[in-house]
């Protein structure tokens, strides 16, 4: 069964995770699945079970493209352990069909591109062909099941530059679907199908009892209906982090409801917490996409929890936390409090010695320097 777990803060959530794989799984032979977004996430997960349960062991740690895909590999037949559709991989494949000068002979605009590049330059515009192949088959899906048959894709505001470019990359799909052999259907499709049609236990596929999928700032949908389905097999469950207890999805900020009332397209908003408004647009609409695609999926949010402090910090999340607007002249700064800090810098650069002198100081325990000063040299 898939469940979904809210909470505002992520050492809540990791206090989750680390009480729900403490029995670990039936088996002694089966490692513990966690999916991460980072490696520091993961090393701090790895700390975490070591200090409370004493050791860190028998923990598979995985990214969720890859992780998916080997499940995907468990049910649908003759699928390799490694994607053929990963961006590294299909950069080569990209490569050589480029390389070939009869591919291109139909398409003026990339011939006239190929024909004055080198091999490196090539190779380079092969990489970004790849990377853009895979952000379709993970967020347009129904594009590349359209030129796989053959059809093209309609676009707004088309323009004759545009149907030039679609025309190569869908010629382009179908000759690397035609190579690989799954000019039909892609395997993420197969395995949907399989999964709606196949009603049994986890034994059958050889899938894991249980996985966690831990703090993923978004996912495409893809994937969460991948998730989904996998939730009718094994028990998945997936860790969100949510700044706000309260229903905060229709929430827009002053200026751009103004902006929606002029048009007629207002009904159902209204202002909020104008921070959470302006700056939250894509944890929302993260949670909207996971709650919307789980289905009937049961929702944990018992972990909502307000800061205890009285710092400047502290009082400005609870209002984010209860969705509530800060009233003006309401917040007194205590002295010494520096919760919250703001650094005017006149570059990148001078941005990322300021932050290294703030953090060298955390970490020294002193008082940081003023961003005044002006650094010579690296600490």
Known sequence: MLKLTFANHYETLRDELLSAVASGPA???????????????RRDLTLSMATRHGVCANVEFAYLAQW???????????????????????????????????????????????????????LDFATRVASLFEQYMTYRPEWLADWAAGKSVSIKNETANVAEDQAWQAALW???????????????????????????????????????????????????????????????????????????????????????????????????????ADWGQQTKAHIELVLERSGDAPVDDGGFAEQTSDTLLARLQNTILNLVDIAPGSLVTEPGDRSIEIHVCHSLTRELEVLQDQLLALLAGSNPPSPLRRRTSWS
């Open 27 to 41: 088996s002694p032979f089966a490692a513990e699945q966690i999916i991460i977004p980072s490696v520091a996430l």
């Open 68 to 122: 998916l895909w080997r499940q995907i590999g468990k049910v649908v037949p003759g699928i390799d352990s490694e994607s053929p559709f990963a961006a590294p991989v299909l950069t080569w494949r990209i490569f050589q069909i480029l390389s070939d000068p009869r591919f291109a002979s139909g398409f003026p605009r990339l011939t006239n591109y190929l024909k004055a590049v080198d091999a490196v330059a090539r």
């Open 174 to 276: 179908r000759t690397i679907t035609s190579q690989l052999g799954t000019e039909r259907e892609h395997p993420a499709s197969r395995f949907l199908k399989t999964v709606e049609m196949t009603a049994g236990a986890t034994d059958r596929f050889g899938l894991p009892e249980a996985a966690h999928v831990f703090c993923l700032p978004a996912m495409p949908p893809l994937y969460i209906d991948i998730l989904q389905q996998l939730g009718r097999w094994i028990d998945l469950r997936v860790y969100v982090l949510n700044p706000c207890r309260e229903f905060w999805f229709d929430i827009v900020d002053r200026r751009r409801l103004g902006y929606m009332n002029v048009r007629g397209e207002a009904d159902y908003h209204e202002t909020g917490n104008p921070l959470l």
